[in-house]
């Protein structure tokens, strides 16, 4: 059998258990642990966790169109419905194979967020060296860990494909959604945010606002200013966001113990916490 059809048929074979409720098939369809998203985010479970959410969700998924994307990750189009509607909804999953079995099953609400998420991934498998430190990974600083990561996230940003522009959506409107603490945010405080020139601040939100993402409207307290906030489609941008970094985060450390993936989530909130607290004179260089 082909690698493709494996692929496949072990697809075909997770929509069957999943809407036959077919327990005992579910467990042995998916990999141990098999990484999943939902309400709460993603993560791995174990088979009976995920033959509990057939039981529990009593989702029917009925595929319409694959997209291959390598040899262990496709992504399928499917017409979804739940107990409790008779309508059904268009959603899309990505999923990975691990010889004939799932080991990642993540959902998306649109085929471009499932297609966006599974180019990502084959990207990143493709330049993985190892799964463990080389020799140089070893002796390399945490610093230049560090800034290498965020080097290789900022150049996904700065592209121009449809994704980078994507990337750039959502940053603007997570600024505006900090600060919306503040009686009204503006431009210049979506610089400040974002820690780039008014100029800048202001194309980025026009862009947002074409998108229908932000409202522009007159400030209460002083008409000549423009206040900026999000609308509903930019609330719904936001949530998709937060799911797919998500699933970002569980397909990066699916090989990783909860332990570890919890103790890494901490690190990084001091992280964020610790460099609000630098300064340009405090030891930071371009």
Not at 29 to 46: E, H, L, M, Q, R
Not at 92 to 109: E, H, Y
Not at 252 to 278: K, P, Q, V, Y
Request: include cysteine; glycine fraction near 6%; proline fraction near 3%.
């Amino acid at each position: 059998m082909s690698t493709h059809r494996t692929i496949e048929a072990a697809i075909e074979r997770w929509h069957e258990a999943v809407n036959d409720k077919d327990l005992d098939t579910a467990r042995r369809a998916v990999c141990d642990p098999i990484v999943v998203n939902g309400p709460k985010g993603a993560g791995p479970i174990t088979p009976d966790g995920f033959a509990d959410w057939i039981s529990r969700s009593g989702i029917e998924l009925r595929p319409k169109a694959s997209y291959p994307i390598n040899d262990r990750v496709m992504v399928v189009e499917q017409d979804a419905r739940w107990p409790q509607n008779t309508e059904w909804t268009r959603v899309a999953t990505v999923f990975r194979v691990t010889g004939d079995r799932i080991s990642a099953a993540l959902r998306f609400p649109d085929l471009r967020s499932a297609l966006d998420f599974a180019h990502l991934y084959a990207e990143l498998a493709a330049t993985e060296q190892s799964s463990h430190m080389s020799d140089a990974d070893a002796g390399t600083g945490a610093g230049q860990a560090l800034f290498h990561f965020v080097r290789y996230w900022s150049r996904r940003w700065n592209a121009h494909d449809r994704m980078a522009e994507r990337g750039k959506e959502v940053l603007v409107a997570e600024a505006v959604h900090a600060l919306r603490d503040r009686p009204e945010v503006t431009i210049n405080d979506v610089a400040s945010e974002l820690a780039i020139d008014q100029s800048g601040a202001s194309r980025m939100v026009a862009h947002a606002v074409e998108q229908g993402y932000l409202t522009v409207h007159p400030a209460s307290t002083d008409a000549r200013r423009r206040a900026i906030s999000l609308t509903d489609k930019g609330l719904a941008l936001l949530d998709s966001a937060h799911s797919w970094q998500e699933s970002v985060f569980a397909a990066l450390t699916s090989d990783w113990t909860a332990a570890e993936r919890a103790d890494f989530h901490r690190a990084m909130l001091r992280l964020i916490h610790r460099s609000s607290a630098l300064t340009a004179g405090s030891g930071c260089r371009a």
